[in-house]
C-alpha cells in the first residue's frame, strides 16, 4: 500500500429465503460494511441478478456508523450504487425485491468496491452470494370420485326419497 493512500476494509454479505415459488416476489439482502481503519466515501456496489430472475424494486436502508444512503438504480437485472458517506466502522444494507418464474437452483452475487484512490487490504469479503431454489408450486388435489355402481345406487337412493316425498304431500 502506497503512503498516505487511504485502506479501507469493505466486506459485503448477502443473504434471502433458501425456497419460493414461481412469480412470488422475496428479497435479497445486501449489508456492506467498513472496517477501515479509512473511510470508503464513494464505495460502488453491483449486484447482478442471475437468468430468469427480474428486479422489481431496490432500496437502501438500515445506515449505521455514520454510513449515509446513496441513490440506487436499478433496471430488470443489475442494482447498482454508491455510498457516500461510508465511514469507518459504518455500513449500509441494500434490500433488492426480485421474482423468478422459472423452477430450479439460482445463485446471485454481488460485489462492494473501493472508491478511486483507496486500496482494499482484504478484498476477498468483497463479494457475497445467496441461493433460492424455485418449487414448483403443487398441483391440485385429487377430486374424490364414485365408481359406476355407486353412483347408480345414490341415483336410486335420491330417487326413492323424491318419490316418497311425493307420496307424503299427496
Known sequence: TPINRPSTNLSLVKSGPATGVPGARFE???????????????????????????????????????AVCGAVAFDAATVTGTITPLPAQGSVTITVTASRNTVGDATNTATVSPPPG??????TNDTGTASIRIEKLPG???????????????????????????????
Open 28 to 66: 435479497w439482502k445486501l449489508v456492506i460494511a467498513n472496517a477501515g481503519p479509512s473511510a470508503a466515501d464513494g464505495a460502488t456496489f453491483l449486484d447482478t441478478l442471475p437468468d430468469g430472475t427480474t428486479v422489481t424494486e431496490a432500496t437502501c436502508g438500515e445506515a449505521t456508523g455514520g
Open 118 to 123: 483507496a486500496d482494499d487490504p482484504d478484498p
Open 140 to 170: 391440485p388435489s385429487a377430486v374424490p370420485t364414485l365408481s359406476t355402481p355407486a353412483l347408480l345406487v345414490l341415483m336410486l337412493a335420491m330417487m326413492g326419497a323424491v318419490a316418497m316425498r311425493r307420496r307424503v304431500r299427496a
